[in-house]
């Protein structure tokens, strides 16, 4: 299929609850959209651009085999072009590309166009998440 990347929009979900000074800022970069990965996943310069606080650790497993222990950090509210969510984001090394995962693409509605190497809207409702609750 191939790669390709799109921009997103990040905020810390928390700055509502918090004093100004202890707010993160708004973050718009490229993430690379990889539906083999579970999550949202950003590199620890983001991460500390929008203040995310530690919530967990987690095990993962990487392209290349390898498994290691990262930290989940949140939450994260993710823009990318007019829809939005909130998930926990999994912390990246220094220097990582942000990857956007099949949890925050499912929860946009968000399906992957391989040809066309973009991201598009069901059919049926292509202005804004129709998800199933069954």
């Not at 973050?27 to 620890?44: E, N, R, T, W």
Request: charged share 30%; hydrophobic share 40%.
């Amino acid at each position: 299929m191939g790669t390709f990347s799109v921009k997103v929009t990040l905020r810390n979900w928390q700055n509502r609850f918090l004093p100004k000074e202890k707010q993160g800022e708004e973050v718009v970069c490229d993430a690379i959209v990889d539906s083999g990965a579970v999550q949202l996943a950003l590199p620890v310069e983001i991460v500390e651009r929008l203040k995310l606080e530690p919530m967990d650790q987690i095990a993962v497993f990487t392209a290349d085999g390898a498994r290691r222990r990262y930290r989940v950090v949140g939450i994260v509210e993710i823009q990318v072009h007019d829809r939005r969510c909130r998930v926990q984001a999994i912390e990246l090394p220094r220097g990582a590309q942000p990857l956007l995962g099949a949890v925050p693409l499912e929860e946009m509605d968000w399906h992957i166009d391989p040809v066309e190497q973009k991201l598009v809207g069901r059919p049926e409702s292509p202005d804004k998440p129709l998800l199933p609750l069954v």
